[in-house]
């Protein structure tokens, strides 16, 4: 069975940083993208980041751009969301989500098959 295991979420001050981590088991995603996006309560599930496995290259939301880094580690099959000079409007559920095969674009929710159950992030002023 596929999971994706996301930690590393919590409660800290503005101009503060979290890492939070994806762990992915029962499979790899080596020919795909790897994603993390982030919802508040009432709203559309948000694109932060993504990272293309093989590769490596980089995505980022203008939101993060300057701020988060997205990373993976291939020998530990996971996937980290650096994120630094957080600010209260980046308070959210954050949740990291995996491709079965690389759909040719990032940023939409609908081009991913695998979901983590979430982690809350928030940021306090």
């Known amino acids: 069975q596929v999971q994706l295991v996301e930690s590393g979420g919590g409660l800290v001050q503005a101009g503060g940083s979290l890492r939070l981590s994806c762990a992915a088991s029962g499979r790899t995603f080596s020919n795909s993208a790897m994603g993390w996006f982030r919802q508040v309560s009432g709203k559309e599930r948000e694109f932060v980041a993504a990272i293309l496995w093989s590769s490596g290259a980089t995505y980022y939301a203008d939101s993060a751009k300057g701020r988060f880094t997205i990373s993976r580690d291939n020998a530990k099959n996971t996937v980290y969301l650096q994120m630094d000079s957080l600010k209260p409007e980046d308070t959210a559920v954050y949740y990291c989500?995996?491709?079965?095969?690389?759909?040719?674009?990032?940023?939409?929710?609908?081009?991913?098959?695998?979901w983590g159950q979430g982690t809350q992030v928030t940021v306090s002023s």
């Open positions: 989500a995996g491709q079965n095969r690389y759909y040719g674009g990032i940023g939409s929710s609908r081009l991913y098959d695998l």
